[in-house]
C-alpha cells in the first residue's frame, strides 16, 4: 500500500484534505500541524509510513527531522517484511507528530542497506537527531514496535 505522503529533499508533501492542493512540510516542523497554502485548511500530521526514493532523500530525512526517525527496511519478496506492514501503519497512525515512520526498499536501494549492514529483513533502525540509536530484525506486533521506539 502506498502512502498518500511523499518525501523529497525539503521536506514531507501533504496533501490538502479540502482542496487536494500539495503542501511541503519541512522535516525540521513535523511536529506541528501545518496549513494549506492553497485554502488556509489544516493540514494532517504524518500517520502513515513514507516511501523513501533516494538515498539522497534518506540522508535529508535522517539528518533534518525534528522527530526521531523509524526506518524499515524491507522488499516486496520478503513474507515477515509484509506481515509487518500493516503494524507499522498502526504504529505510524498511534505516533503522528511523535514519530516519523520511514520505509526503504533494499532492491530499490541496496546501497542503505550495505551501509548500514542490514543483513535480514525486515529490520528497523531508530534515528534521533541524526544519529543511529537502536536496531531491531524480524517482525513485530505493534505493541513491541513502539516499545522499541521508546526504549
Not at 42 to 63: K, Q
Not at 90 to 111: C, D, F, R, S, Y
Request: charge should be neutral; aromatic fraction near 6%; proline fraction near 8%.
Amino acid at each position: 500500500m502506498s502512502s498518500v505522503f511523499t518525501a523529497d529533499l525539503k521536506g514531507i508533501v501533504v496533501p490538502c484534505p479540502s482542496c487536494g492542493q500539495k503542501n511541503r512540510i519541512p522535516y525540521e516542523r513535523l511536529a506541528a500541524h501545518g496549513t494549506c497554502g492553497k485554502c488556509e485548511a489544516s493540514l494532517p500530521l504524518v500517520h502513515a509510513p513514507v516511501d523513501i526514493p533516494s538515498t539522497a532523500v534518506f540522508n535529508a530525512v535522517r539528518g533534518a527531522s525534528s522527530l526521531p526517525v523509524l526506518v524499515d527496511f524491507w522488499a516486496a519478496w520478503c513474507g515477515p517484511c509484509r506481515m509487518v506492514a500493516p503494524q507499522l501503519e498502526k504504529v505510524a497512525e498511534q505516533e503522528a507528530g511523535l514519530t516519523l515512520i520511514v520505509k526503504v526498499n533494499t532492491e530499490a536501494l541496496p546501497g542503505l542497506s550495505a551501509q548500514y549492514n542490514i543483513q535480514g529483513i525486515p529490520a528497523l533502525l531508530l534515528f534521533k537527531n541524526g544519529s543511529l540509536v537502536a536496531e531491531q530484525a524480524g517482525a513485530q506486533p505493534a505493541s513491541a514496535i513502539r516499545e522499541f521506539i521508546y526504549r
